[in-house]
């Protein structure tokens, strides 16, 4: 079963993921809606994405060993702490990858209490 060091991983590469789909949004997806290469709702689509993304990751976190969790309970805070400067994630961002964490760490609590 993976550890604290997949799920470390796992942190580390859910904040990359955010960080990517930041720097789309927020530098690429305006200049082609600007071009009329892309409608304007695909902004809309990206944050659905995104936030769909977070509830599978809760949901999933059931199946997850205590080490696993552990891993990405450090993880995502040590990646937002490396992403901290580059100006690239705003304050939804680091909500919505702070409450994906807090489902996680409940939802397990919930299962094994």
């Not at 904040?15 to 071009?35: D, M, N, R, S």
């Not at 689509?45 to 696993?68: D, H, T």
């Not at 040590?78 to 919505?96: E, I, K, P, V």
């Amino acid at each position: 079963m993976p550890g604290v060091d997949h799920g470390f991983e796992r942190g580390l590469s859910v904040v990359v993921e955010a960080v990517v789909t930041a720097i789309i949004l927020g530098k690429l997806v305006p200049v082609l809606v600007e071009a009329g290469l892309l409608p304007k709702y695909v902004f809309s689509l990206f944050m659905m994405a995104s936030i769909f993304g977070a509830v599978m990751m809760i949901g999933n976190a059931k199946y997850w060993s205590f080490g696993y969790l552990a891993g990405v309970c450090l993880g995502i805070p040590f990646g937002l702490g490396a992403f901290l400067q580059t100006g690239f994630l705003g304050a939804s961002d680091y909500l919505l990858l702070l409450l994906t964490l807090a489902g996680a760490i409940a939802l397990k609590a919930k299962i094994h209490t």
